[in-house]
């Protein structure tokens, strides 16, 4: 089975600081990763895709990837209210015939 | 360029009757899949298909069951409805290979009593 965790939070981070959030999974042939974001009651939205071991950096956020110790986090700096929401980590791989793996999502909030 | 859409946004049903959900992809995507996400609770695979394929399966009893068109439209049915069935349904698109980013509908809030 392959699996996807998250902490599931909440994770309250002050206004201004860095958030970061952490993801693993169980499929070693793991091959795209991605950070989505989903306010409450609305639909997920993408964020960051990341398909090479290394860091990738857009705008305040940056995805990292280490496929040998299978995580993937993601960093928010200068936090805002505004960032508050649920994160999603998803996986996926020609193993899993190319089906998202999800994770449950961390609640993150960001108090001002 | 269109994003996803998806009818009706919001749904009331009694329960035993039964409902279909429809889900427009963006032009040019093959892969529609579809997801179920009560309150508090992750993303439930549904199913997946790829050009008019089902691909990918999730747990879900028979009730569920979906179809795509050759447009690459999709409808979801879900038959004798139970109040658990009350959820958000979430249909994303894509290209459908690995390396490309799921896009997501608004939505359809669907209310059982």
């Known amino acids: 089975q392959k699996e996807v965790e998250q902490n599931s939070g909440p994770l309250s981070v002050p206004e201004g600081a860095i958030a970061s959030l952490n993801c693993t999974y169980s499929?070693?042939?793991?091959?795209?990763f991605f950070w989505y974001r989903q306010y409450s009651g609305k639909s997920p939205e993408l964020i960051m895709s990341?398909?090479s071991n290394g860091d990738k950096e857009d705008g305040r956020f940056t995805a990292q990837l280490n496929k040998a110790s299978q995580y993937v986090s993601l960093l928010i700096r200068d936090s805002q209210p505004s960032d508050s929401a649920t994160y999603l980590c998803a996986v996926t791989s020609r193993g899993s015939n190319y089906q998202l793996i999800w994770g449950a999502g961390t609640k993150l909030i960001i108090k001002p | 360029k269109a994003g996803v859409t998806q009818t009706p946004r919001y749904l009331i049903k009694t329960r035993g009757q039964q409902v279909t959900l429809s889900c427009s992809p963006i032009s040019g995507h093959r892969s529609v899949s579809w997801y179920q996400q009560t309150p508090g609770q992750g993303l439930q695979f549904l199913f997946e298909y790829f050009s008019e394929t089902q691909r990918n399966k999730g747990n879900f009893p028979g009730r569920f069951s979906g179809r795509q068109f050759s447009n690459s439209r999709s409808e979801m049915n879900v038959s004798t409805l139970e109040l658990g069935d009350s959820a958000l349904y979430l249909c994303?698109?894509?290209?459908?290979?690995?390396?490309?980013?799921?896009?997501f509908g608004p939505g359809t809030r669907l209310l059982v009593l």
């Open positions: 990341i398909y």
């Open positions: 499929d070693r042939v793991s091959q795209s």
């Open positions: 994303a698109s894509s290209l459908g290979d690995a390396q490309e980013t799921q896009y």
